[in-house]
C-alpha cells in the first residue's frame, strides 16, 4: 500500500498520514491501557496498524470509549494543529483519518462502535444483520460518489477500486459475534 501511495505521488503526504496514524493508535493504546486491558499484539498490515486486545471482560460503554478513542485524538489534534502549529497538512491528515475511521463500515472504529452500542442495547445476532445492512448501503454510497467523481473530475481508477473494495468489505466482513469478543483496533 506505501508503494501504491508513492506510486499515486502522495509522496509528501505520506509521512503526515502515517504520524496521523500513528497518533490514532495511541488514542487506542492509551484508552486500553486506562481501562486495565492487557494488549496482545500491535502488527502492521498492508492497511495500517493493528492492535489486538482482549476486551471480553469489558463493559459495552468502556469498550466504546476505547474504540472511539482513536478518532477522537485525530479529531481532536487537527483544529489544535491547524490553530497553534499553523501545520494544515498534518491538520488535514488528522481530520481525514479521523472521520473517515468513524464511517460504520466493518472493520473501522466507526462501525465496531455501532456493533458494540447494538449489542448493548439489543443483541449480538441483530446487531450483526444491522451492522450488516448499514455497512452495506454506506458502501454503496461511497461506491456511488467515486463513481461520479471519476466520470465527471476524471478522479481515476484509484479511488474507484478503493470504494469498490469498501463496499466488498462491508457487505462480507463479520463485526462479532456471540462467542469472546477479543478486539482489533484499526
Known amino acids: 500500500m506505501l508503494a501504491l501511495a508513492l506510486l499515486a505521488g502522495a509522496g509528501e503526504v ?5 504520524l496521523a496514524a500513528l497518533c490514532h493508535e495511541l488514542g487506542h493504546l ?3 491501557t486506562l481501562a486495565g486491558v492487557r494488549v496482545e499484539r500491535l502488527r502492521l498490515t498492508a492497511f495500517g496498524a493493528e492492535l489486538r486486545a482482549d476486551t471480553r471482560y469489558l463493559p459495552y460503554g468502556v469498550e ?3 474504540t472511539l478513542a482513536g478518532p477522537a485524538v485525530n479529531l481532536a489534534l487537527a483544529p489544535l494543529l491547524a490553530r497553534l502549529c499553523g501545520d494544515y497538512l498534518l491538520a488535514g491528515a488528522n ?3 479521523g472521520a473517515f475511521n468513524l464511517l460504520p463500515l466493518a472493520n473501522l472504529d466507526g462501525g465496531r462502535a455501532l456493533y458494540l452500542l447494538t449489542c448493548w442495547l439489543t443483541d449480538p445476532p441483530f446487531a450483526d ?3 450488516r445492512y448499514v455497512g452495506l448501503a454506506c458502501g454503496l454510497v461511497l ?3 467515486a463513481a461520479a467523481a471519476t466520470v465527471r473530475y476524471g478522479a481515476g481508477l ?4 478503493g470504494a469498490l473494495g469498501v463496499l466488498l468489505g462491508s457487505g462480507c466482513a463479520r463485526l462479532g459475534g456471540t462467542g469472546p469478543r477479543p478486539t482489533t483496533y484499526e
Do not use: N
Not at 14 to 18: H, I
Not at 158 to 161: E, I, V
Open 95 to 97: 481530520l481525514l483519518l
Open 14 to 18: 505520506l509521512p503526515l498520514v502515517l
Open 129 to 131: 444483520r444491522l451492522c
Open 143 to 145: 461506491l456511488g460518489a
Open 30 to 32: 492509551g484508552a486500553l
Open 158 to 161: 484509484f479511488l474507484l477500486s
Open 64 to 66: 466504546i470509549l476505547c
